[in-house]
């Protein structure tokens, strides 16, 4: 899809959110006046097809930003971990499904239960084993309820969830082990292999979700969550048997969901502000967002760690820790040493995870410094 050294297509168009001037970099900014606009932009799109939204808040990790995509409709969260589900319940959000197959052991299984002993949080959890759903009704124990489990089913992905065929034996023997099973969920993560990969991937998860939600009915269990969803597929997901999408990404975007079509190009809520540290070496500029910043996530369809909008012939070809060595064409324009520029990310998601916290700001005025609540959370 792309020529070495050249900029990847699509790319370049993305419209960055302004940046406030005066910040301490690197600095992670997120312009909450997009990130209002993606949340009602498919929350209204999904309403319009009747199917509900239950966004993945690890891409942001931050309770704040969740109560916006509450108050834009959301029927409630998705989480990844324990640990995000513990800080999202602390932060007051009552709705947490865990699409994850936890494997509750040890401390796992206490805090399960302590979630699960809640009866003001409606809990949830993901499993793909009987070994797995025998853990979690361990962990439950004594509580007198059941937990509420989804079972997870592979839509040709290749991570997690049992084959669609095997959905009505797996939901069976959960139900046996005394499990509340409510329904089935896929992630359609194979649409991350290109921009043709997105209508298969959507089609796969709703024609597997279809044949497992049917052999969850023939084994006596009314599948009443049918959940879907990555952000590529959210809204070719949203049909038939479907019942919510679980897309997490739409809400900050990024370079990758501006080049797959899933971001509008004025869609990316997040920046990195970075400096010129470094104009030593001809040919190249040096920035100081390394790879403990932009991380070094890059999809063989994207040139480069990152990108800046204001320079679009300049590619962000290397990363250290705290370097990002960023190559400017003989003849292009090229930060000046001491500039502050404004970096596009690949992948939102793992960026949120390496800060504290946020500059909020609305067009480029800053708003407040908003905490990434449940960084490091990742077990
Ligand atoms: C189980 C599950 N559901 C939903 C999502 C959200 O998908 P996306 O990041 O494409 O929005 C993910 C992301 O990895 C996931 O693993």
Redesign the pocket.
Known sequence: VTTPGAPAPGVTAIEPPALPAGLDTPALVIDIGIVEANARRLGDQLRARGVALRP?T??HKSVALARIQLAAGAAGI?V?TLGEAEVMAAGGIDDIFV??PVWAVGPKAARLAALHARTDLALSV?FDSVAGAERLAAAAGSSGRPVRVVL?IDPGNGRTGVAPARAGQFAGAARDLGLDVIGV?T?G?H??RGADAIAGAAADEVSSLAVAADLLLAAGIEPQVVSA??????LAAATGPVTEI?????LLGDRIQVFLG?SPPDGVAIAIAATVISTAVDGQVVIDAGAKTLTKDMPDYLIGFGSLPAYPDATIERVFDYHAVVRTPEGSRRPALGEVVTVIPNHC?VVVDLHDEFVATRAGEIVGRWPVDARGRSR
């Open positions: 993945h690890k891409t998705t990844g699409a994850y993901g997870e969920f992630h993560g649409a991350y969803g990555s952000t590529p597929t959210a679980r897309a997490g990404t739409y899933a998601c």
